[in-house]
C-alpha cells in the first residue's frame, strides 16, 4: 500500500480528505498524529515543518502531498475511483474549485477561529475577531442557501471536491452558529451527513468531540 495519512480524525480539515478516500475506497495507511506526544510532534515536523495536517505520503512515487485541497486534486489524478472529484468537464471543473476555495475560506476558517477562541485562557480571547468569524459565517451561510435553492450538489452535478470541503466544516460551524431557518442549506446539511463516505469520518470522530469546546 503506497498511500500514507497522517491526520487526526478530529480534524475538519483531515476529515476533508477523509471523505474523498472514503468516497472512492482508497486503500491508505494510517498515521494519526498526536502533537501533544513530544516525539511524535518531532517526527512530523521533520516530515513537514509548516506543523500543519493533513498531510499524504505516496511512498510509491516518492511524494509528500501538503494541504487537503491539493491531497484530494492528487488522489483524483492518480488514484481516481467511481466518484470524480474533480470533474472532467472544465466548467463543472472551475465550480468545484471555486466552492472548494470558498468552504475553506469562508466557513472554515471562521469556524475555526470560533473553536480556537474558546480554548484560550482567560483574559486571552480575542471577542472582536470572533465576532467577525461569526458575520462571516452568517454571509456564507446566505449564500451557500441560496445556491442550494437547486441541485443536490455544490457544483451543480454530482458529489465532489467542493462537498468534501463542505460537509466538515458546516457540521462544526452549525454547532457554533446554527444555520437557523435556512432551509436549502440544513437540507443540504442533512444530505451531507448521510453521505456514507462522511458518515464513516464523523463515527471516527465521534470519540473525540468531547474535545470540542461548548
Same mark, same amino acid.
Given at each position: 500500500m503506497s498511500l500514507r495519512l497522517y491526520f487526526h480524525p478530529l480534524s475538519s480539515f483531515c476529515q476533508k480528505v477523509l471523505t474523498a478516500l472514503y468516497e472512492n475506497d482508497t486503500p491508505f495507511e494510517r498515521e494519526v498524529v498526536n502533537f501533544m506526544d513530544p516525539k511524535e510532534d518531532a517526527a512530523f515536523r521533520q516530515l513537514w515543518p509548516i506543523r500543519k495536517f493533513p498531510i499524504l505520503r505516496d511512498e510509491a512515487r516518492d511524494k509528500l502531498v501538503p494541504e487537503s485541497t491539493t491531497i484530494i486534486e492528487y488522489l483524483d489524478r492518480h488514484f481516481p475511483g467511481r466518484t470524480h472529484l474533480i470533474p472532467a468537464d472544465p466548467d463543472l471543473a472551475w465550480e468545484t474549485r471555486f466552492w472548494d476555495r470558498f468552504l475553506d475560506l469562508y466557513v472554515h476558517l471562521p469556524m475555526q477561529k470560533i473553536v480556537t477562541d474558546r480554548l484560550r485562557p482567560a483574559g486571552?480571547?480575542?471577542?472582536?475577531?470572533?465576532?467577525?468569524? $461569526?458575520?462571516?459565517? !452568517? %454571509? !456564507?451561510?446566505?449564500?451557500?442557501?441560496?445556491?442550494?435553492?437547486?441541485?443536490?450538489?455544490?457544483?451543480?452535478?454530482?458529489?465532489?471536491?467542493?462537498?468534501? !470541503? !463542505?460537509?466538515?466544516?458546516?457540521?462544526? *460551524?452549525?454547532?457554533? /452558529?446554527?444555520?437557523?431557518?435556512? $432551509?436549502?442549506? %440544513? %437540507?443540504?446539511?442533512?444530505?451531507? $451527513? %448521510?453521505?456514507?463516505?462522511?458518515?464513516?469520518?464523523?463515527?471516527? *470522530?465521534?470519540?473525540?468531540?468531547?474535545? /470540542?469546546? $461548548?
Open positions: 486571552g480571547n480575542d471577542s472582536f475577531g470572533v465576532d467577525q468569524a $461569526k458575520d462571516q459565517l !452568517a %454571509t !456564507a451561510y446566505d449564500l451557500l442557501d441560496e445556491h442550494m435553492s437547486s441541485g443536490e450538489w455544490l457544483n451543480g452535478a454530482g458529489f465532489s471536491m467542493a462537498d468534501c !470541503a !463542505a460537509a466538515a466544516p458546516l457540521r462544526f *460551524a452549525d454547532m457554533m /452558529v446554527p444555520i437557523g431557518n435556512r $432551509k436549502n442549506l %440544513t %437540507t443540504y446539511l442533512e444530505r451531507l $451527513k %448521510t453521505r456514507p463516505s462522511f458518515a464513516r469520518v464523523w463515527s471516527e *470522530a465521534e470519540p473525540y468531540l468531547a474535545m /470540542v469546546p $461548548k
